[in-house]
């Protein structure tokens, strides 16, 4: 969007540098590019760009982060996209701070983007962000600008783009990117990347799959629970992939409304791949992997589940109910157990009201 800007922040190393030359690569096509790095000389920029096989014979690049001279070069050169590597690096002669404290990021962002705006000029701003949140992040600035990206590492070594704010369109798409040598890689099949490659054998009891949707993905999770008995006298939780107040709450629904017991166990919950996952449609799949896991029942190896959990033990309807299914027929799954049944389903579905209807079908599959 012309004169708009557009922040994307992560941990150092990430891969925040390798993935603005890739995209200038692509806009030096139609674009009038300009590349300001603060953190590296324009022969160490060209060996990056060479080792990653990039041809970027038609970007300037420019090595001065002062304000006051950007101001006087931004306008002069005619660009039509800026990338500021990094934000961390610009300074102002007005302030006696050095470069990277938050009163130098504010005001150099926000002279920036006001120019970016008047010029219409497209303006990338490249920022770290530390394992702590330094309070000179990104998020000093999310104010300021249109769009907020965070570039994340999964421990699996993949790299996911989420969207905190976007004034020109969802917030809901996300991106994953593999890295090699060559550089950042779209992963070619998101839809079953974070499920475990099981030829033959039934589930290890504590394995449950479900659909997450994410903007116009979706794609297959796998949700792990393991019990142990409780050895210091209280249960405990663990997890950190599945907020740990939403497993609490369905153990605790589960204990209530289906006569499980969990009080004396520690309860570990993990999703496979370490994606963070936050969708309420997770909660049944949670629900049957918990009870898998306490009962050591395997859930059938052909059966996805999506559904929210409430209180009452009841199974509410989650959306884009065909799209899940869809991505599920598609990556082998023949069987679905949600809220409600539907004649469309290009899975054979099951239909559950309440989590006790729901664990009855599980034992009438068997």
């Known amino acids: 969007m012309k004169g708009s800007s557009v922040l994307i922040g992560g941990e150092p190393g990430i891969g925040k540098s390798t993935l603005m030359l890739q995209l200038l690569q692509s806009a030096q096509r139609t674009s009038k590019v300009l590349y300001v790095s603060g953190e590296e000389s324009p ?81 990338f701003f490249v920022a770290h962000v530390t394992k702590e949140g330094t309070i000179a992040g990104p998020k000093v600035i999310e ?72 903007g116009t993905r979706s794609f297959l999770v796998e949700v792990q629970a393991l019990t142990v008995p409780a050895k210091s006298g209280f249960s405990r939780i663990y997890s ?38 936050g969708e309420v449609a997770i909660e049944l799949a949670l629900a049957l992997a918990l009870y898998s896991a306490l009962t050591q029942t395997s859930l059938p190896k052909d059966l996805v589940s999506f559904g929210e959990l409430s209180l009452s033990g009841e199974i509410r309807p989650v959306g884009f109910i065909q799209r899940r299914e869809k991505t599920a027929k598609e990556l082998g799954f023949t069987r679905s157990l949600v809220s409600k049944a539907s004649k469309q389903s290009p899975l054979t579905q099951y239909g559950a009201r309440t989590i006790r209807e729901a664990l009855n079908a599980i034992q009438e599959m068997h």
Not at 250 to 260: I, N, P, S, T, Y
């Open 43 to 123: 022969s160490q920029v060209k060996m990056r760009a060479q080792r990653l096989g990039l041809h970027l014979g038609k970007i300037n690049i420019f090595c001065d982060t002062r304000l006051e001279v950007l101001e006087k070069v931004l306008p002069s050169s005619k660009a039509t996209l800026i990338v500021i590597d990094s934000l961390q690096t610009l300074s102002s002669d007005t302030l006696p701070s050095p470069a990277g404290s938050v009163n130098q990021i504010r005001h150099c962002s926000n002279a920036l983007v006001s120019l970016a705006k008047r010029l219409g000029i497209s303006l």
């Open 143 to 214: 104010h300021l600008v249109d769009t907020v990206l965070y570039f994340d590492q999964l421990p699996s070594g993949i790299r996911l783009i989420r969207a905190a704010k976007n004034r020109f369109g969802s917030v809901d798409e996300i991106g994953l990117f593999s890295m090699d040598e060559k550089g950042l890689h779209p992963v070619v099949n998101p839809a079953s990347f974070f499920l475990s490659d099981r030829a033959e054998g039934p589930l290890p009891p504590g394995v449950a799959y479900s659909a997450v949707a994410e």
């Open 240 to 277: 950190d992939r599945i907020d740990s107040a939403r497993v609490t709450r369905v153990a605790a629904v589960l204990e209530r409304h289906a006569g499980l017991r969990f009080s004396d166990q520690d309860l570990y919950v993990n999703v496979g791949g370490g994606m963070k996952v």
